[in-house]
Each structure stands twice: as C-alpha cells, then as structure tokens.
C-alpha cells in the first residue's frame, strides 16, 4: 500500500514562506494586506481629485504620479496597519525586503 504524500494547504504554505508560527499570525497578515489596498485605493481617488486629475488627464501622469507617490506612501500605511494589529516587526521586515530587491535592479 503506498502511503499518500501529504499536500500542505496554502495557510502552511505561507506561514512557511512568511516564516510566522500561527494560522492566526497569518490571518492578522492577510487583514493588514486587504485593510492597506483598500486605503491605497480609496485614497488615490481621493488624491487625484484633490489635485485636479480627472477622465481628461493623460494615463502617463496618472502613471507617473501612482508610481513616484503611490509606492512610498503604500509602505507607511502598511507598517501603520501592521502596527495596529500588533504585527510591526514582521512588516517592516517586508518592506526592508522590497526595497532590497527594487534597489538590487536599480544597482544592476
């Protein structure tokens, strides 16, 4: 009889990857990820408005904009929220990491 190899569900999977010791550290994770889209994204509306972007504004300078503004600001909302649910060290690790490989191919 051979045994089955046992598959390891996508929570193992990213406690594994993320390198957390719970199922609950991971949901925590994935709440803070949501929680920092959904302002980036309610936010950019919000921004480009206030700054007078509309249907006529060209998609470079939206573009531009998102990419000079959206990122920097997509990092400290992150470590905000990640603070709030009590999970800073394991998101400023993240970020350190993300710049790390950004600024790895702007070196190359």
Same mark, same amino acid.
């Given at each position: =009889? *051979?045994?089955?190899?046992?598959?390891?569900?996508?929570?193992? +999977?990213? *406690? +594994?990857?993320?390198? #957390? %010791? !719970?199922?609950?550290?991971? /949901? #925590?994770? $994935?709440?803070?990820?949501?929680?920092?889209?959904?302002?980036? =994204?309610?936010? %950019?509306?919000?921004?480009? #408005?206030?700054?007078?972007?509309? %249907?006529?504004?060209?998609?470079?300078?939206?573009? $531009? $904009?998102?990419?000079?503004?959206? $990122?920097?600001?997509?990092?400290?909302?992150?470590?905000?929220?990640? +603070?709030?649910?009590?999970?800073? !060290?394991?998101?400023?690790? /993240?970020?350190?990491?993300?710049?790390?490989?950004?600024?790895?191919?702007? *070196? *190359?």
């Amino acid at each position: =009889m *051979k045994e089955k190899s046992k598959k390891s569900n996508w929570i193992d +999977t990213l *406690k +594994t990857r993320w390198q #957390v %010791k !719970s199922v609950w550290q991971v /949901f #925590v994770i $994935l709440i803070v990820f949501a929680l920092t889209g959904f302002t980036v =994204m309610y936010g %950019k509306r919000w921004f480009f #408005v206030f700054i007078g972007f509309d %249907k006529s504004t060209a998609w470079y300078w939206k573009f $531009l $904009l998102w990419i000079i503004l959206i $990122l920097p600001i997509y990092q400290i909302i992150l470590l905000f929220y990640g +603070t709030i649910f009590g999970q800073f !060290s394991f998101f400023w690790n /993240f970020i350190k990491r993300t710049f790390g490989r950004i600024f790895f191919f702007i *070196k *190359k």
